[in-house]
């Protein structure tokens, strides 16, 4: 493989003047030295390495993205947003994985900071975690300190721009559908009770049930991890706890679908006997059968939106922007009134 000191020899120029006319440097050279170093460049099939021209331009080309795990749908989507803006600005994305591990996002937070990486977008959910949450506000304000952009998509308590999707607001719309359709006898199938986007959704359910002169027991709830699996193992609790269930709310879309397989193994008819909402309408929740009654939330582009703040010039005053993602219910097949008599 060709290297740098390669290409100065076939140009007949010294390392250092090959170096500034790859790199883009502004510094003037004559247009007939440039030509020969690109020639030579050609010649030899020379790449240059991209972490020696980021440091020779002093300009941070790539994006850092932290999400819990890129293949659940809901980060799939929010990625595909994150993305497309990035090429829009000729970024490079990195997407870095968690798995719900908050030792390994401080992790990375470093890890990021040490490559240079022009922005850090934290694409999940926060922690109800003190020590952590000031571990990594403070981590992320020494990043600040260098230059680096922040950008958060739920519910943080840190530093940086923010999007917020209406969690509590949907969770209330999941209670105010079921309640209304005159159900009852609720199990929940909620996400990681230590997560902030399941203490929000579920506080809206608690607040349409208040409405409805109901409530929720701790019993009625099944805490499980965001993911197909876990809906139908959380189902299958509740079921062999309360029988006489009429409707389970899952919150998330992903935990909906395990309910609605558990469900279809057991023989229960959706939503003859037993309605299912989900919620974050993903892609293949209008394609499941019965199509999945669910709360969408506008995920590629609340993607969009964050790498958009993340990549904007900062304000005067430095000021973070906040912006708020609204929950729309959609109706679908999977819920419906009760049974009679039930």
Not at 11 to 37: F, Q
């Amino acid at each position: 493989m060709a290297t740098l000191a390669d290409v100065a020899r076939r140009a007949g120029v010294s390392p250092a003047t090959a170096s500034r006319i790859i790199n883009g440097s502004p510094k003037p050279v004559t247009d007939a030295l440039r030509e020969r170093v690109l020639a030579a460049v050609e010649e030899l099939q020379y790449v240059p390495n991209a972490h020696a021209q980021q440091l020779a331009r002093n300009h941070r080309s790539a994006v850092g993205v932290i999400v819990h795990d890129v293949s659940d749908p809901y980060f799939a989507e929010i990625t595909r947003g994150l993305q497309r803006v990035a090429t829009e600005h000729g970024r490079l994305v990195i997407i870095c994985n968690t798995y719900r591990d908050p030792d390994r996002e401080l992790e990375y937070v470093e890890l990021l900071r040490a490559n240079q990486a022009a922005a850090i977008i934290l694409a999940g959910s926060g922690y109800h975690d003190e020590q952590f949450t000031h571990t990594l506000d403070a981590k992320l304000r020494v990043y600040q300190s260098t230059g680096g952009h922040v950008a958060v998509i739920g519910r943080h308590e840190h530093t940086g721009h923010a999007v917020i999707p209406a969690n509590e607001a949907g969770g209330h719309l999941v209670g105010a559908e079921l309640f209304g359709l005159g159900h009852t006898r609720v199990g929940v199938v909620a996400g990681p009770r230590h997560l902030t986007t399941t203490t929000d959704r579920l506080a809206g359910l608690r607040r349409a049930a208040r409405e409805h002169g109901l409530k929720f027991s701790a019993r009625q709830i099944v805490y499980a991890d965001f993911e197909r699996a876990g809906g139908a193992a959380a189902t299958a609790a509740l079921l062999d706890a309360h029988p006489q269930l009429t409707a389970i709310a899952a919150l998330n879309d992903s935990m909906a679908i395990g309910a609605l397989a558990l469900l279809r193994e057991r023989g229960i008819a959706v939503p003859g006997q037993i309605s299912v909402v989900g919620f974050d309408d993903m892609p293949i929740a209008g394609d499941v059968m019965p199509a999945l009654t669910t709360i969408r939330l506008p995920l590629a582009d609340m993607g969009a939106r964050a790498m958009t703040l993340a990549l904007q010039p900062p304000e005067p005053l430095n000021t973070p922007q906040i912006e708020h993602v609204d929950a729309v219910l959609v109706r679908r097949e999977s819920s419906g009134p009760p049974p009679p008599g039930s």
